[in-house]
């Protein structure tokens, strides 16, 4: 089986599927005072492993991502909803995650690697609810929480190749965006390390804090976690254990905050030296098992953000020229806020208003984006 960070399958009727655990690890607290995070990785769709419980309004900007669709499965038909992945709100329409959260084929092969499952008529949501384990795969159905926001359209990177996934670390390419229907104006987003850090970022030695709603305990192939260890909101402090260019490991040792099934697709945030008055960067995804111990000895390893800015932010920047997405105050990638707090969108819509006052043309809130970036000081790595 391929070792994602994956949510396993409960009880399909038969059984089907399995899950992996997490831990407890220490905490660190972050600028807004929430706990920092941790995590285990066996390998599949994993949860914090030694970390700590996360309220809503820890880490806001996590959420965790719900499949909704009719399974089918040797003569079985029920509608599921189920938590499949944690993910990071980068715009108010726009989720970050893996590849793999959204392909299809990796669930299908998740629960059933003969090929029998299939799901029709799929869709996707984003929620910040801290509990969600009664979303399980093999649950009876349950209504939607009162936050979930439907997402219109999925995009994994296209060089995205499920049966080409490699362990250590590897190119594999496991990222996605997802489009939301409404806009969620509320809540903080997740910053990328688009101006501040570069492709020497992240060392071995690194802080960084994990969230996910992934397994808390490690468990055996076919096994389910235990009841209420898996589909809770965790984090943890963890660290950087190994670097390569296009992936990080996260956690080394057991005792280590780790990630584990569940937690693919969620964020590691990252503390910089920076002028803005957000200090964290959200600069790994959780992707996959460190080797084939899955989640259950060692750190697993996570997408690293800086390799992909330029593709996010040519999909981020297509899906509002297309008309896919409910929200194009900034096109691309937004930046960071500024130093007194000041939001990108708040200067665009203000040169807007200056430009329709005067007369004068508009170059569009997307290259409003960049002069705001190109204003910011240059962030120095936190040693």
Same mark, same amino acid.
């Given at each position: 089986?391929?070792?994602?960070?994956? #949510?396993?399958?409960?009880?399909?009727?038969?059984?089907?599927?399995?899950?992996?655990?997490?831990?407890?690890?220490?905490?660190?607290?972050?600028?807004?005072?929430?706990?920092?995070?941790?995590?285990?990785?066996?390998?599949?769709?994993?949860?914090?492993?030694?970390?700590?419980?996360?309220?809503?309004? /820890?880490?806001?900007?996590?959420?965790?991502?719900?499949?909704?669709?009719?399974?089918?499965?040797? =003569?079985?038909?029920?509608?599921?909803?189920?938590?499949?992945?944690?993910?990071?709100?980068?715009?108010? /329409?726009?989720?970050?995650?893996?590849?793999?959260?959204?392909?299809?084929?990796?669930?299908?092969?998740?629960?059933?690697?003969? +090929?029998?499952?299939?799901?029709?008529?799929?869709?996707?949501?984003?929620?910040?609810? &801290?509990?969600?384990?009664?979303?399980?795969?093999?649950?009876?159905? *349950?209504?939607?929480?009162?936050?979930?926001?439907?997402?219109?359209?999925?995009?994994?990177?296209?060089?995205? /190749?499920?049966?080409?996934?490699?362990? +250590?670390?590897?190119?594999?390419?496991?990222?996605?965006? @997802?489009?939301?229907?409404?806009?969620?104006?509320?809540?903080?987003?997740?910053? @990328?390390?688009?101006?501040?850090?570069?492709?020497?970022?992240?060392?071995? =030695?690194?802080?960084?804090?994990?969230?996910?709603? $992934?397994?808390? *305990?490690?468990?055996? #192939? +076919?096994?389910? #976690?235990?009841? $209420?260890?898996? $589909?809770?909101?965790?984090?943890?402090?963890?660290?950087?254990?190994?670097?390569?260019?296009?992936?990080?490991?996260?956690?080394?040792?057991?005792?280590?905050?780790?990630?584990?099934?569940?937690?693919?697709?969620?964020?590691?945030?990252?503390?910089?030296?920076?002028?803005?008055?957000?200090?964290?960067?959200?600069?790994?995804?959780?992707?996959?098992?460190?080797?084939?111990?899955?989640?259950?000895? *060692?750190?697993?390893?996570?997408?690293?953000?800086?390799?992909?800015?330029?593709?996010?932010?040519?999909?981020?920047?297509?899906?509002?020229?297309?008309?896919?997405?409910?929200?194009?105050?900034?096109?691309?990638?937004?930046?960071?806020?500024?130093?007194? $707090?000041? @939001?990108?969108?708040?200067?665009?819509?203000?040169?807007?208003?200056?430009? &329709?006052?005067?007369?004068?043309?508009?170059?569009?809130?997307?290259?409003?984006?960049?002069?705001?970036?190109?204003?910011?000081? @240059?962030?120095?790595?936190?040693?």
């Amino acid at each position: 089986m391929i070792h994602l960070l994956f #949510p396993v399958a409960a009880a399909l009727p038969p059984a089907v599927g399995a899950a992996s655990a997490v831990t407890d690890a220490p905490t660190e607290p972050r600028d807004s005072g929430a706990p920092a995070l941790g995590a285990t990785e066996d390998g599949v769709q994993t949860q914090i492993i030694n970390g700590v419980d996360a309220t809503v309004e /820890d880490w806001p900007m996590a959420g965790g991502m719900l499949l909704n669709g009719d399974v089918s499965f040797q =003569g079985f038909e029920f509608e599921q909803t189920a938590i499949l992945c944690s993910s990071t709100l980068i715009a108010p /329409d726009v989720v970050m995650l893996a590849a793999h959260c959204v392909d299809l084929d990796a669930l299908t092969l998740q629960l059933d690697p003969s +090929g029998q499952v299939s799901i029709e008529n799929p869709e996707f949501y984003w929620t910040r609810r &801290k509990n969600l384990s009664m979303y399980q795969l093999g649950a009876p159905p *349950t209504n939607l929480p009162e936050d979930a926001v439907r997402a219109v359209k999925a995009v994994m990177h296209e060089e995205f /190749d499920l049966f080409r996934i490699q362990l +250590g670390l590897a190119n594999n390419k496991d990222i996605a965006l @997802l489009f939301l229907e409404t806009p969620i104006l509320d809540v903080p987003l997740g910053y @990328l390390p688009v101006a501040e850090t570069t492709e020497t970022e992240i060392e071995v =030695g690194n802080e960084v804090v994990v969230v996910g709603w $992934g397994q808390q *305990t490690a468990t055996g #192939p +076919g096994e389910t #976690p235990p009841a $209420g260890s898996y $589909g809770v909101k965790m984090m943890g402090t963890s660290f950087v254990a190994e670097v390569a260019p296009p992936e990080f490991k996260v956690g080394q040792v057991q005792s280590d905050v780790r990630k584990c099934h569940g937690d693919s697709g969620g964020p590691s945030f990252m503390q910089v030296e920076t002028e803005s008055s957000e200090t964290w960067r959200v600069v790994g995804v959780t992707s996959h098992s460190y080797d084939l111990s899955d989640c259950s000895t *060692t750190g697993g390893v996570d997408t690293r953000v800086s390799r992909y800015l330029d593709w996010i932010d040519g999909q981020m920047r297509a899906a509002c020229a297309d008309g896919t997405r409910s929200w194009c105050e900034i096109e691309g990638i937004v930046p960071p806020p500024l130093p007194d $707090g000041t @939001l990108a969108w708040e200067i665009a819509d203000e040169e807007e208003d200056a430009k &329709k006052a005067c007369g004068c043309s508009s170059n569009g809130a997307g290259a409003a984006s960049w002069l705001v970036l190109g204003a910011l000081a @240059l962030v120095r790595r936190r040693r």
